[in-house]
């Protein structure tokens, strides 16, 4: 909006007009330092072994292990870019201020015996070499199946609205369950839930069991596929995502889905509860009674957007439903967001 060659306007009228500080326009965004990103890897590790570690043991711990002095704060900063939070039993003594809207946890109150009851969603930080980025999924609660995945360099709701859109787009569930993030208490967020009649379920402060699901979604992608690689951009993060969920969701067994993938328990479950009821709406349409029938697709897409930006669909066979949406800046690839 600034334009430096313009001989009527000085650059310094130009900033006061716009109300814009002149040493913005110099400004040049520094890349986070090797040591910076080292450490925080280093606390990624450790806080996924032991997700109880708080910012004083975990100061101790980098010190230990990577023979390295760093200030409390400095730890406290980077975990709270990273969103990592020590579970701890916490104190009520007082009650916040009702700032958003809250909502109970559901989770106890619902028989999950299909797939489609319960969806649950989550964020992580994943490295990368010069920087790092989020990655939100969304799960099914019964199936431990990923219906959709997006990734951000910045902690915004507009890639988590993305992720609920595609998930959306095959399905819709009783209950949506999730943290309470300022990404899934925005109003656009619960706006978009509660226009599909969706329940909103999220978990109490401090209650990281609650969602206990994708956090072990997030221990189990980061030691099969994240602390394996070093991705140098974006764009090749969301390729090493993309065959690791069409890997997780048909070709890795679960022992607690009796060594069956979620692909078979989501899609087979739901090919036989949509079968029942089309079975019950021709017994009372017979009958002469009214029905209903809610059948899934049989189609699904995989939509994923191209490193030049032109947004390419790619037809997958029902077995592969998964779907992504990336949400990049191209230019702040390895910079650090404010």
Known sequence: MVDKQDNQVSVRHQCELLDVL???????????????????????????????????VMVEHVYRDMRLVVN????????????????????????????????????????????????????????????????????????????????????????????????????????????QGRQYTSSKFIDALNAAKVKISMSGKGRAFDNILVERL??????????????????ELIASLERYFEYYNNRRPHRSLDYRTPAEVYLGERTTAASGSAAAANSDELLGGPFSSAAGPSHTRLYANEPDGVNATIAIEAMEPIVTTATLNERNFGIENG
């Open 22 to 56: 002149r040493q913005r326009l110099y400004y040049k965004p520094k890349p986070i330092s090797h040591e910076t990103l080292s450490v925080m890897d280093f606390i990624d590790r450790r806080f996924t072994e032991h997700p109880t570690l708080g910012v004083d």
């Open 72 to 179: 409390h704060k400095r730890v406290r900063r980077l975990m709270r870019t990273m969103g990592l939070m020590a579970i701890y039993p916490k104190p009520r003594t007082s009650i916040p201020a009702a700032v958003y809207h809250k909502y109970p946890c559901l989770l106890g109150a619902l028989t999950i015996d299909r797939p489609d009851v319960i969806w649950c969603s989550d964020i992580t930080y994943i490295r990368l070499k010069g920087g790092f980025m989020y990655l939100v999924a969304i799960m099914d609660y019964y199936s431990r199946y990923v219906l959709s995945w997006s990734v951000s360099n910045s902690l915004d709701s507009l890639f988590c609205l993305d992720a609920l859109d595609e998930a959306m787009r095959s399905s819709t569930p009783q209950v949506f369950h999730s943290d």
């Open 218 to 235: 997030w221990r189990t992608v980061k030691y099969e596929e994240i602390y394996l690689h070093q991705y140098a951009d974006g764009h």
